[in-house]
């Protein structure tokens, strides 16, 4: 294989903490390799490719750690400085066109959906790596999830928004979603975006547990703070098998009193007064859960006679055979100082989005022509959060 670039990192004379970056995260020799074998074709064509593994980190530079917005087909050729080119493994005066980095994404098969898990992961690996460089001192780490409605108009999928920002209330929109490290350092790792009306609950579900096994061997404690909006078994049940230690506002009046009308003995759930096992009631597929009767017609009036169990990750129409007791002795330890000490932490992300709805005029009803718009629309935000998280903001890990 001859490439007209090199799988190989140069150490540029700025930017040396991405050079470490790339040489502490990924095995660019192997990802070379890896790609080739499997999206090119070894048939000899006119001009040479660039390597694949120099072509990926082009596309993590672009996404990551670029201010630039203009390389696209309107202006094909890639402004980036020479410090940059030399970490993508390209020589000075030898850099891909627009045309040729847009067909390396087609060629890789890189959908929108692909692209956005790239550089989640990406992300994730950035963190683990500050986290390892500068702040390894830190007894734990504590991320957040959260989630911001921007109204929009257009020919895309959007939803109502619902919130106690009266300007956004009843508008249409979308909701971006972000799960951040909020401690020892700020930094957003994951982000999702849905129609506004969506519920913010299963998100944390989806974007925990792509991001959690990249810190796995850090041998760090990992709490996830959230709001009382992504209370649930679910999203407990989640995090515990992702090892990581849920610090979620639990919807206290609701919940005590179903943990104090029922118990459970194995799989059997019972009411507490008339001492009868209750019956299944039927079984909602939506939300993978099942529901109880308490069919003793003399019960007391206290008795809510009903109640729904979700049955988490399970397929089977089983319930957990610990639901009640995992569940009560969350809400106990969600009074104690130490939950409340790491929940204070939540606020952080709240502070971040805050700051990018004035940076980046979120405030206004932005026009999005349609799906595709959307998309870039999304793709563009992220990239700017990044790259203003890790070289603008007073908080960013740099600083330290
Ligand atoms: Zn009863």
């Known amino acids: 294989m001859q490439f007209r670039s090199s799988f190989n990192i140069f150490k540029p004379k700025s930017h040396s903490f991405i050079y470490h970056f790339f040489k502490q995260s990924f095995d660019f020799q192997r990802i070379s390799k890896q790609l080739y074998l499997e999206f090119y074709s070894p048939k000899k064509s006119k001009n040479n490719s660039y390597d694949p593994s120099s072509m990926l980190r082009l596309f993590l530079i672009l996404n990551l750690f670029s201010k630039s917005h203009s390389y696209s087909s309107h202006s094909p050729k890639l402004d980036l400085s020479k410090d940059l080119i ?9 850099t891909p066109t627009y045309t040729t980095y847009f067909y390396f994404l087609k060629r890789i098969k890189a959908s929108i959906s692909v692209i956005f898990q790239i550089l989640n992961k990406a992300r994730a690996l950035l963190v683990k790596f500050f986290f390892k460089s500068y702040y390894s001192k830190a007894k734990y780490i504590i991320l957040a999830i959260d989630s911001k409605p921007i109204a929009t108009d257009g020919l895309h999928p959007k939803g109502t928004i619902y919130s106690y920002n ?6 249409l929109g979308i909701k971006i979603h972000t799960l951040s490290i909020v401690y020892p350092f700020i930094l957003p790792i ?22 959690a096994p990249i810190f796995a061997d850090l041998n760090t404690p ?16 989640v995090c515990t098998l992702n090892n990581v230690i849920p610090i979620i506002c639990p919807k206290k009046n609701l919940k005590t009193e179903i943990y104090e009308k029922f118990f459970q003995v194995e799989e059997k759930v019972f009411c507490i007064y008339s001492k009868l096992s209750l ?13 109880y009767r308490c069919y003793d017609k003399e019960c007391s009036r206290s008795c809510s006679h009903r109640v729904w169990i979700p049955l988490g990750s399970r397929k089977y129409r089983k319930i957990p055979s610990e639901y009640f007791f995992s569940m009560r002795s969350y809400i106990e330890s969600s009074v ?14 709240e502070l971040l989005h805050a700051i990018w709805s004035k940076t980046y005029a979120l405030r206004n009803t932005i026009y999005i022509r349609n799906y595709s718009a959307l998309k ?12 203003d998280s890790i070289f603008k903001l007073k908080c960013s890990p740099l600083q330290k």
């Open 279 to 291: 019956y299944r009631n039927g079984y909602d597929k939506h939300q993978n859960r099942i529901n």
């Open 336 to 349: 104690s100082d130490f939950f409340k000490k790491l929940y204070i932490h939540r606020s952080k992300i």
């Open 376 to 387: 870039l629309f999304e793709l563009k935000l992220m990239k700017q959060i990044t790259y």
């Open 166 to 171: 009266k300007y956004l209330n009843g508008k």
């Open 86 to 94: 030399e970490l993508c493994g390209f020589f000075p005066y030898q």
């Open 190 to 211: 994951s982000f999702d975006f849905t129609p506004a009306k969506h519920h913010d609950s299963p998100i944390l579900r989806k974007l925990i547990s792509t991001i």
């Open 222 to 237: 990992i709490y996830l703070t959230a709001d009382k909006g992504y209370y649930g078994y679910e999203n407990i049940e």
